[in-house]
């Protein structure tokens, strides 16, 4: 096994361009779900996983804070990938001829433009991908899916209009998970720290918890709340910030974060994707 990145989904999906991006060269493995790409990694068929996390129109991806910390997968490395919807049909296709848009639910809420103009009907999708695939099967002029340009490619679809979402700044963040940890040098001014951990049930843990960052000057780039599985009255958070546990600041807000809280666990220490830092 060299070079074998596995992802979500099916050839062409957003996660696949991902991947291609992010590891140019690289062999991707398309997998049915997000634990399979996990195993995936976990058994030696692949050597990377890339994890969608959130994204800045539909928010927060939930299976990831229920998954990795269970995985055993370090983090190793974060990606932004800029989500660029096509409208792609058969070739030949007139785009007048289109009745049905097929997508992923998620795509078709940042398509609505392109919905109310065309005046067409919105289909739901399990996949960006598989609606391309979907259209291949039918070889209907009246049906289009929404997906990347690397889906009409891999099908042989035509791309009717490029970039047809409704927000220029869609955009989904990875996580990209390995075997093995792979930190970087603490004194790296430009790292991220993913953790998970469950505040003491008792008045103000979380106001003490959260308060350890604020006054050491550490940046959280983002809290996500979930309950903990088996119980209605222990919350867990998943928390993503600036900084490398061995910097003083970072180390005396996690040590703050030790005295209000049970289960910390730290998911990866990875360096910060240069989109956090645009030139």
Same mark, same amino acid.
């Not at 979380?206 to 350890?212: E, N, R, T, V, W």
């Not at 910030?241 to 998911?267: N, W």
């Given at each position: 096994?060299?070079?074998?990145?596995?992802?979500?989904?099916?050839?062409?999906?957003?996660?696949?361009?991902?991947?291609?991006?992010?590891?140019?060269?690289?062999?991707?493995?398309?997998?049915?779900?997000?634990?399979?790409?996990?195993?995936?990694?976990?058994?030696?068929?692949?050597?990377?996983?890339?994890?969608?996390?959130?994204?800045? @129109?539909?928010?927060?991806?939930?299976?990831?804070?229920?998954?990795?910390?269970?995985?055993? @997968?370090?983090?190793?490395?974060?990606?932004?990938?800029?989500?660029?919807?096509?409208?792609?049909?058969?070739?030949?296709? &007139?785009?007048?001829?289109?009745?049905?848009?097929?997508?992923?639910?998620?795509?078709?809420?940042?398509?609505?433009? @392109?919905?109310?103009?065309?005046?067409?009907?919105?289909? !739901?999708?399990?996949?960006?991908?598989?609606?391309?695939?979907?259209?291949? &099967?039918?070889?209907?002029?009246?049906?289009?899916?929404?997906?990347?340009?690397?889906?009409?490619?891999?099908?042989?679809?035509?791309?009717?209009?490029?970039?047809?979402?409704?927000?220029?700044?869609?955009?989904?963040?990875?996580?990209?998970?390995?075997?093995?940890?792979?930190?970087?040098?603490?004194?790296?001014?430009?790292?991220?720290?993913?953790?998970?951990?469950?505040?003491?049930?008792?008045?103000?843990?979380?106001?003490?918890?959260?308060?350890?960052?604020?006054?050491?000057?550490?940046?959280?780039?983002?809290?996500? !709340?979930?309950?903990?599985?088996?119980?209605?009255?222990?919350?867990?958070?998943?928390?993503?910030?600036?900084?490398?546990?061995?910097?003083?600041?970072?180390?005396?807000?996690?040590?703050?974060?030790?005295?209000? !809280?049970? &289960?910390?666990?730290? @998911?990866?220490?990875?360096?910060?994707?240069?989109?956090?830092?645009?030139?």
């Amino acid at each position: 096994m060299s070079n074998i990145i596995a992802f979500q989904g099916r050839p062409g999906a957003y996660s696949d361009l991902a991947c291609r991006t992010a590891r140019p060269g690289w062999t991707t493995l398309p997998c049915p779900s997000f634990q399979a790409a996990i195993e995936a990694v976990r058994e030696g068929r692949a050597t990377l996983g890339m994890l969608a996390c959130e994204n800045s @129109l539909a928010g927060r991806v939930p299976e990831i804070h229920a998954l990795l910390p269970e995985a055993g @997968l370090p983090i190793i490395g974060e990606h932004f990938q800029r989500v660029e919807h096509c409208l792609i049909a058969l070739p030949g296709t &007139k785009i007048e001829e289109v009745q049905r848009i097929h997508t992923h639910p998620v795509a078709l809420g940042q398509i609505r433009n @392109l919905i109310r103009e065309l005046d067409v009907e919105p289909c !739901s999708a399990f996949d960006t991908a598989g609606a391309a695939e979907m259209v291949v &099967k039918w070889q209907s002029r009246q049906d289009a899916a929404v997906a990347s340009a690397l889906a009409a490619e891999l099908n042989g679809l035509e791309i009717l209009r490029a970039n047809v979402e409704d927000a220029a700044h869609n955009t989904t963040r990875f996580y990209l998970v390995a075997r093995e940890a792979q930190w970087p040098p603490a004194d790296d001014p430009r790292v991220m720290t993913t953790l998970v951990f469950r505040v003491l049930n008792r008045p103000g843990a979380l106001y003490q918890a959260l308060g350890g960052f604020a006054g050491n000057g550490v940046n959280m780039t983002r809290l996500e !709340s979930y309950m903990s599985p088996g119980t209605l009255t222990a919350t867990g958070f998943l928390l993503d910030v600036e900084g490398h546990p061995d910097q003083p600041a970072l180390s005396r807000a996690l040590a703050m974060l030790q005295d209000c !809280s049970e &289960k910390i666990a730290i @998911l990866g220490v990875y360096p910060a994707s240069p989109s956090r830092y645009p030139e």
